[in-house]
């Protein structure tokens, strides 16, 4: 509509696109590897038929997604009926959105601790948010993901981990800062 950002809105967009675009899809990755090292079947199954890229990308993003959780605040009221009765959550009202607890739901997920590269329904998981927040990125992410890790799958079979694992240090974005592997 002709308006420009100013230096504060063009600094924010910036920083939303870095971690949007980049740090997210790093992390998927690592997280990724690690949970796969960690489940040597599901890698091996990966490793047998490579035609199952799509679907473990999606159980992988549903296992240990890197965005863990996020802050919603409502512009208007949000009515939701609980077990004790009907709730109101009023605008301006600060609402952190835990993804990673929803994406373990044992009502939508069966045995939602076990890692299946096959699971049927792995791409209902919360990673890219849900309606009108969906990542617009989604599918650039896991054809990223489904192309880093099924190379690593096919052409390191056997690697395996050194035991060396050190996390990032944040709240909302979980992601391996560092894994040894051996080849």
């Known amino acids: 509509d002709g308006d420009n950002l100013d230096a504060a809105e063009l600094i924010s ?10 740090e997210t899809t790093v992390n998927l ?8 090292l960690k489940h040597p079947d599901q890698l091996a199954a990966w490793n047998a038929d490579p035609s199952i890229g799509v679907r473990a990308v999606d159980e992988l993003l549903r296992f240990d997604g890197p ?14 009926e609980t077990a004790s009765g009907r709730v109101t959550v009023e605008p301006g009202t600060v609402v952190t ?7 373990h ?4 997920f069966e045995t939602p601790g076990r890692l299946s590269l096959n699971r049927l329904n792995a791409g209902r998981h919360l990673a890219f948010a849900a309606g009108i927040h969906y990542c617009l990125g ?3 992410a896991k054809l990223e993901a489904e192309v880093a890790v099924g190379s690593l799958v096919r ?9 060396d694992i050190t996390w990032r240090d944040r709240l909302t974005i979980r992601g391996v800062d560092r894994l040894g592997l051996e080849f």
């Open 29 to 36: 990755i690592g997280n990724s590897v690690n949970a796969l």
């Open 105 to 108: 739901d044992p009502s939508m």
């Open 67 to 80: 965005v863990q959780q996020t802050v919603r605040v409502p512009m208007v009221p949000v009515h939701y």
């Open 13 to 22: 967009f910036v920083v939303l696109l870095y971690i949007a675009g980049h």
């Open 97 to 103: 959105t835990v993804l990673g607890a929803g994406n």
């Open 138 to 140: 989604s599918n650039l």
């Open 155 to 163: 052409r390191f079979p056997d690697m395996r981990s050194t035991g």
